[in-house]
């Protein structure tokens, strides 16, 4: 199946900084989805990336979907202690013929805010 | 709108027992999933269905049944939970295959 490749694993940051993660996959994506989740609770839609080049912002978070269509990244300025959680990136082939036609979904990049 | 709604949020199972999983959504939504969520594993898709009476299978649908008889509910089924089914199983919904989709808070299952 596809295999989505994100990073870093974790991260331990201070308060105001700015952090980057990404994910890369063997595959084409048409659709590359952003999740925050926090503890006991289910994943949050942050941003939807439609086109390849498409670079979108919500608030403080930016995202981008890869020009190969393999890769997105996001970012999240001036950090604050909210932004603690798993943040998940997730993919998805629009025009699979079969298989598992729902989102595949990175490891998760655990952002941890320090004092 | 209550969105995506699971019952129950916790439950332990001894091996061998089955039991049923509940998804509902109020969101009018033709496409819903469920996922299993393990320490570094992601969140990986067990079955999905596009619409009343249409199911299929996911990446780990192994141990799992669906069904879909109606728009709102999407049942996820274990026909005799082993320890390796221990796990967070999370429902989602979305308007059709291609939108973002949403997820309910989770239900919580231990095998022993």
């Known amino acids: 199946g596809q295999q989505l490749n994100q990073s870093p694993q974790s991260m331990f940051i201070q308060e105001g900084e700015d952090v980057s993660m990404n994910c890369t996959s063997s595959s084409i994506f048409n659709t590359w989805l952003w999740y925050k989740q926090d503890p006991g609770e289910g994943p949050v839609l942050l941003i939807a990336l439609y086109k390849a080049g498409e670079l979108t912002s919500n608030g403080r978070l930016t995202a981008q979907f890869g020009i190969t269509r393999k890769d997105s990244f996001l970012n999240i300025s001036a950090s604050i202690p909210s932004d603690v959680g798993i943040y998940f990136c997730a993919g998805q082939l629009r025009d699979s013929g079969g298989g598992a036609d729902g989102l595949t979904f990175g490891k998760g990049t655990h952002l941890i805010i320090q004092p | 709108n209550a969105g995506v709604t699971q019952t129950p949020k916790f439950q332990v199972l001894k091996t061998g027992q089955s039991m049923t999983l509940q998804c509902a959504q109020d969101?009018?939504?033709?496409?819903m999933s469920w996922y299993r969520q393990d320490p570094g594993m992601g969140l990986r898709l067990i079955h999905y269905?596009?619409?009343?009476?249409?199911?299929d299978q996911g990446e780990v649908p192994n141990g799992y049944n669906v069904s879909r008889s109606t728009t709102e509910d999407f049942p996820l089924r274990l026909l005799s939970a082993a320890p390796s089914q221990t796990s967070v199983y999370f429902c989602?919904?979305?308007?059709?295959?291609?939108?973002?989709?949403?997820f309910g808070p989770g239900t919580r299952l231990t095998v022993l």
């Open positions: 989602a919904s979305s308007g059709n295959l291609y939108n973002e989709q949403f």
């Open positions: 969101m009018n939504h033709e496409y």
């Open positions: 269905s596009v619409g009343a009476g249409i199911t």
